[in-house]
Nanobody
Framework: QVQLVESGGGLVQPGGSLRLSCAAS????????MGWYRQAPGKQRELVAL???????NYKDSVKGRFTISRDNAKNMVYLQMNSLKPEDTAVYYC?????????????WGQGTQVTVSS
């Protein structure tokens, strides 16, 4: 069992920045791929950024060059630095941990943190 707790959301003006944090506990953090997803009202949850256990990153096209995902395995933390925020970035952001060993699938979610981009 992995427990995830997000923090760092809030209200920011267009063009501003926020840094989201996700604290993980309960398992071997370094073995998991970590991701940030977001969901706006009435829309599907979508992948924003992913970082594998090996440090490979992937981003949704619309956030490339603006968002950066990183992890600190020593602290069991993953971060999402968000710059040049736009109103369309408004959503609840969720932290995800995923691991697929030889047998079994492990998939955990945090409770989410609200990000609102508005003038």
């Amino acid at each position: 069992q992995v427990q995830l707790v997000e923090s760092g959301g809030g209200l920011v003006q267009p063009g501003g920045s926020l840094r989201l944090s996700c604290a993980a506990s309960g398992s071997i953090f370094s073995a998991y791929a970590m991701g940030w997803y977001r969901q706006a009202p009435g829309k599907q949850r979508e992948l924003v950024a992913l970082i594998t256990s090996g440090g490979i990153t992937n981003y949704k096209d619309s956030v490339k060059g603006r968002f950066t995902i990183s992890r600190d395995n020593a602290k069991n933390m993953v971060y999402l630095q968000m710059n040049s925020l736009k109103p369309e970035d408004t959503a609840v952001y969720y932290c995800n941990a995923k691991r697929i060993p030889t047998m079994g699938i492990y998939d955990y979610w945090g409770q989410g943190t609200q990000v609102t981009v508005s003038s």
